[in-house]
């Protein structure tokens, strides 16, 4: 069968994502990649645990952070994570209308993260927080910053995905890449409830 | 290389340019590895030049920086590595019975970004002067050096990184994914299994050093504070990533050269090798412990005693695996019938000199006498007793075995050898008063030193050593031509060999295997030579073979980052636009355009068969 041919209810395989060599490599390669981003942001962590107290005269985290702000970012993001599971279901069913619908959500989700990043990131800049203020500020952008960038590129990710594939329903060569963003999507999550957790949390408590 | 009716080629330049294939990428890593050891080298015959004679004004300040930082920096980044990626495109997918690498293209774009990330590096030299805080570019005499010499290292190296990341990948699912039927993880080659674990490495140190270029990055290029003790940063953290990624990347380096090792010592002494699953628990335990020994660089720092501690205890555990390695490739020789072909020499050699590098090694790793030895010559006789008398010995005895495979022609052995013996004695020569100069005090990256120390003697005898490894290279140089112009071409298995890279005819068919391969124990090709067949028995009937389409797109893809390097080196954003942006449109027209590849058709495949090509 070719890769690039429309599977039907009756051919559509139990992994579709897998169903090829191609998809497993895929499958495998980017859990392996996602090893490697795990220890890029582990680096940014630590570097930010080094020097989170190092804010000078400009604001402390305790003074800048605002948890209804950062709450409902959080919950922008994780519902995007669930979306993006109804999106894989839908693949695993052959219903890509479905898939799609999901993944729109999934990615309007993200850009209200986005969105509100930025106008967090705006507003620490107003109360004198900024990338070359101190080693705290230098700090900060760079872990949330790479953080939204990663984002950013999963937002460029499903959109040129999704349009490129509009009309050809599910095959097995586009199946893994709908899969892997999916993943991709589920780690930026995961990433980020750390950041909730260590930038935000503990810059709230001290 | 035959072509096929049912696909065009490209030829010429636009087929290097443009191919996927592993075993062309192989000898693209392998020529440009070349040309920077070359380039290395000729940095350290400069260094040594200037330290021949005491108070020598030729290389000095500035620019004697600059040829310790660049040598330090191109040996390891760009000569290396890349001559190691080399040896594992060019075999190890024929090692394990496979038809391809798992991600061809990203293989290409692997490659595409190492070379020009080297040459960004290197054009510093013509760009207002290359870097000059040491390989390792240590803050704050990075972050405060006010020449763009720095902003080239950090630049080309996270380029060239970026490739080194994907070829890792790219190699950790080949072996997982792409074996042969029967090509069980205990039957893999020991360089296969070197490798997988190399890449491993790769895969988990990196990214950390991804983000310790992209902090110095943005300290330099957006004033950025993390090393700047003024603003709140500390010069620490930067050591501490360099090193969580620096040590890794030392077993990165000598791993595929045990590998190499183990292939040489077992088929020129016709025996497999002596305690193949020891050699390979071994292997994993070394890369495994590997990340758990960085501080060991930083033992002078003052983290306090416990952390020295435990850092030495775990950097001691190392020679018990590295032990057991040495002690097998003994034993695989012990009643052999062993043949002193170059690629051997080159092999026995490398055993005691590794060892030797090993004692210091663990010397080193005791933090009481590391106060003594630390930046001191005796560091640099260590290093590069294991790195030059352990990597590099391996290397060329790679080169020796694994030339016929990769270039159809065999290597002289009467200049092969000389090549050794001239390499072999000016190496020791070098180095070994090295470990004197260091004890008595000559500190490491200085430039000169005074007449009257009793210096004088052992830094003329290491220079003339230095001499002789650059005569030993030429030999091989001179070698490579002569082999190059020779009329007769190599048969498929001049060695004797014990492992799948020596089935198959010379050259190597694209496809590698027209029918993959049945393996039927560890050493599949000696199997089936002694159970009387002499080739290998397929595992499915002749049949058409699905190959990927070359692309021009890791090319643009890695001159894209090329020219954004350049961009943020020289602060211009609107060419950091534009090199990005041409980033972004390749990956956007990878994603857009549908390429399934190519079919070779059985009829061809047939042909093949029936001419002796496959």
């Not at chain 1, 230098?138 to 040129?160: C, E, M, N, R």
């Not at chain 2, 990214?207 to 003024?230: H, I, K, Q, W």
């Amino acid at each position: 069968m070719n890769a690039g041919e429309r599977l039907t209810d009756a051919n559509f395989p139990a992994h579709p994502e897998k169903a090829t060599l191609e998809g497993k490599n895929k499958f495998l390669g980017f859990w392996l990649f996602l090893g490697g981003e795990t220890v890029l942001f582990a680096t940014l962590f630590g570097t930010y645990l080094g020097l989170r107290k190092m804010h000078l005269d400009g604001p402390s985290g305790e003074e800048l952070f605002s948890l209804p702000l950062v709450f409902l970012a959080t919950m922008l993001l994780l519902t995007s994570s669930l979306t993006s599971v109804y999106a894989v279901l839908s693949l695993k069913q052959n219903k890509v209308r479905s898939l799609q619908g999901w993944f729109i959500v999934t990615l309007l989700l993200g850009l209200g993260f986005l969105g509100l990043e930025i106008y967090e990131f705006i507003h620490y800049v107003h109360e004198g927080h900024t990338f070359t203020s101190s080693a705290f500020g230098s700090a900060f952008y760079s872990l949330v910053g790479f953080h939204g960038a990663h984002v950013l590129f999963g937002i460029l990710w499903i959109s040129t995905l999704l349009a490129r594939n509009w009309n050809r329903g599910i095959t097995l060569a586009n199946a893994p890449k709908y899969y892997l963003f999916a993943l991709y999507w589920h780690f930026v999550d995961v990433v980020w409830v750390f950041i909730f957790t260590v930038v935000y949390l503990m810059g709230k408590v001290g | 290389m035959a072509t096929h009716e049912s696909h065009k080629k490209r030829s010429g330049l636009m087929d290097w340019l443009t191919t996927v294939d592993h075993k062309k990428i192989g000898i693209l890593y392998l020529l440009a590895g070349g040309f920077f050891f070359l380039i290395g080298g000729l940095e350290a015959i400069l260094m040594r030049i200037q330290l021949m004679e005491p108070d020598s004004k030729i290389f000095t300040g500035e620019l004697y920086n600059q040829l310790l930082t660049m040598h330090g920096t191109t040996m390891i980044f760009l000569a290396a590595m890349p001559i190691i990626f080399g040896f594992m495109n060019a075999i190890l997918p024929l090692q394990i019975g496979a038809r391809d690498v798992a991600f061809p293209y990203v293989n290409a774009v692997g490659f595409w970004l190492f070379f020009f990330g080297g040459l960004l590096l290197n054009l510093s030299w013509f760009l207002g002067g290359a870097p000059e805080a040491g390989w390792t570019a240590y803050a704050p005499l990075s972050t405060v050096a006010e020449d763009t010499g720095v902003d080239f290292y950090v630049l080309g190296l996270q380029i060239a990184g970026a490739g080194t990341l994907a070829g890792g990948i790219n190699f950790l699912v080949t072996v997982i994914n792409m074996r042969a039927p029967g090509m069980t993880f205990m039957r893999m080659p020991l360089f296969t299994w070197a490798s997988f674990v190399t890449s491993g490495l790769i895969l988990f140190a990196f990214p950390a050093l991804t983000v310790g270029f992209f902090l110095l990055m943005f300290e330099r290029v957006f004033d950025a504070n993390f090393f700047n003790p003024d603003m709140g940063g500390n010069v620490l953290i930067w050591e501490h990533i360099f090193w969580i990624f620096g040590h890794p990347e030392v077993y990165i380096l000598i791993l595929p050269a045990f590998g190499i090792i183990s292939e040489v010592v077992s088929t020129f002494s016709s025996k497999r090798l002596f305690g193949y699953s020891a050699m390979v628990f071994a292997t994993v335990l070394i890369g495994f412990l590997g990340f758990m020994v960085w501080v060991h660089h930083m033992f002078t720092v003052g983290l306090g005693p416990v952390a020295n501690s435990i850092f030495a205890v775990a950097t001691m555990a190392i020679a018990i695996p590295t032990g057991v390695k040495i002690f097998n490739w003994i034993f695989t020789m012990w009643g052999g019938q062993i043949r002193f072909t170059t690629a051997m020499l080159f092999a026995v050699g490398f055993i005691p000199t590794f060892v030797m590098g090993g004692v210091t090694g663990v010397m080193l790793s005791v933090p009481a006498a590391d106060y003594q030895y630390h930046d001191s010559y005796f560091v640099v006789a260590h290093f590069h007793y294991v790195i030059v008398g352990g990597l590099i010995l391996g290397l060329f005895s790679g080169l020796y075995y694994w030339y016929p495979r990769m270039f159809n022609r065999v290597l002289n052995e009467t200049l092969g050898k000389i090549n050794f013996w001239l390499f072999f004695i000016g190496f020791h020569l070098t180095f070994f008063p090295q470990h004197w100069l260091g004890l008595m005090g000559m500190p490491r990256r200085v430039y000169t030193y005074m007449s009257g120390q009793q210096l004088d003697g052992s830094n003329f005898v290491s220079t003339i050593g230095a001499i002789l490894m650059g005569l030993g290279t030429i030999v091989l140089l001179i070698n490579i031509v002569i082999s190059a112009s020779a009329k007769h071409a190599a048969t498929k298995d001049p060695w004797d060999g014990r492992t799948l890279e020596w089935a198959m005819p010379v050259p190597t068919p694209e496809y590698n295997f027209a029918q993959t391969p049945l393996v039927r124990g560890l050493d599949p090709l000696y199997v089936e030579k002694t159970a009387g067949n002499g080739e290998m028995t397929p595992a499915e009937p002749v049949g058409e073979i699905h190959m990927p389409n070359g692309s021009i797109l890791p090319f643009f893809l890695s001159l894209g980052m090329f020219v954004a390097g350049f961009g943020f080196i020289y602060a211009n954003w609107i060419v950091a636009i534009v090199g990005l942006g041409g980033v972004l449109v390749t990956m956007f027209l990878r994603s857009v355009i549908d390429d399934h590849g190519y079919h070779i058709h059985k009829k061809e495949v047939e042909a093949d068969i029936k001419g002796g090509r496959a």
